[in-house]
């Protein structure tokens, strides 16, 4: 019974800050590479940030230097600092992982939350 359970979400002005949290079970949460996507609407799903098992990470372009990722394997969580939004922030996040093991077998994950609504305001 894996379980990705994001929260944090919610309405903010631009220029304000939010911190989305996931919370996962069911997983050896430290073998995994933890990433948030998000989508918004008329769009695909885009990689936002992730951090691999070894603590490694990687930011997309568009909010790199104002979004921070980070995990905590004691207690199964990572987190996405978001600083500085923009109204173009606004998307559904979701949290994803992949098992260390298989990332060589393609770019696909092997679990995703259900995602929380965030929505900056001009």
């Known amino acids: 019974q894996v379980q990705l359970v994001e929260s944090g979400g919610g309405l903010v002005q631009a220029g304000g800050s939010l911190r989305l949290s996931c919370a996962a079970s069911?997983?050896?949460?430290?073998?995994?590479?933890m990433g948030w996507y998000r989508q918004a609407p008329g769009t695909e799903r885009e990689l936002v940030a992730r951090?691999?098992?070894?603590?490694?990470?990687y930011y997309a372009g568009s909010v790199k230097g104002r979004f921070t990722i980070s995990r905590d394997n004691a207690k199964n969580t990572v987190h996405l600092q978001m600083n500085s939004l923009k109204p173009e922030d606004t998307a559904v996040y979701y949290c994803?992982?992949?098992?260390?093991?298989?990332?060589?077998?393609?770019?696909?994950?092997?679990?995703w939350g259900q995602g929380t609504q965030v929505t900056v305001s001009s």
């Open positions: 994803a992982a992949k098992a260390a093991a298989r990332y060589g077998s393609g770019n696909d994950n092997d679990y």
């Open positions: 069911g997983l050896s949460f430290g073998s995994y590479r």
């Open positions: 951090v691999g098992s070894g603590g490694s990470t």
